[in-house]
């Protein structure tokens, strides 16, 4: 059985246009299992690939929490998008590669390793984001 790659989405900290690439690369990738959690506005101002797992949040560490729960200690790949550092456990610990999707003003000196890559999609239009979900995509065929 092939497990599909893990993307989780804190929605509430990037903005629509980085989301809207995000979702744009998603969409020409392989089939990914994708988690997104935020506040209920930011959730509906993006449209979503099919299947996604919409998880409506409040209150502060709402989302953190949601995410927290979904996430699964796998060997393949995740796609972590938040700028949070309150994931840089979860990210520096996960067992296969991790694409940090991020601003990179937001994004926290915490998520580092040598596995972990991160990208802001606003200053180069998500290309590393495509090249990354076509490597892994290729690794796991």
Do not use: K
Request: proline share 9%; glycine share 6%.
């Amino acid at each position: 059985m092939i497990v599909p790659m893990q993307v989780l989405v804190d929605a509430d900290n990037l903005d629509v246009p980085r989301l809207r690439l995000l979702v744009a690369a998603l969409q020409g990738a392989s089939p990914a299992d994708v988690v997104v959690a935020g506040a209920p506005a930011v959730l509906e101002a993006v449209d979503w690939p099919t299947h996604t797992q919409l998880l409506p949040a409040t209150g502060w560490q709402g989302a953190d929490l949601l995410l927290a729960r979904a996430y699964r200690a796998q060997h393949q790949p995740l796609l972590l998008a938040t700028g949070d550092g309150d994931f840089a456990q979860l990210a520096r610990r996960h067992p296969g590669p991790v694409l940090l999707v991020s601003s990179t003003a937001n994004r926290s000196h915490n998520l580092t390793a040598p596995h972990i890559i991160p990208t802001d999609p606003a200053l180069d239009g998500g290309a590393q984001l495509r090249a990354w979900l076509a490597r892994e995509q290729r690794c796991e065929s």
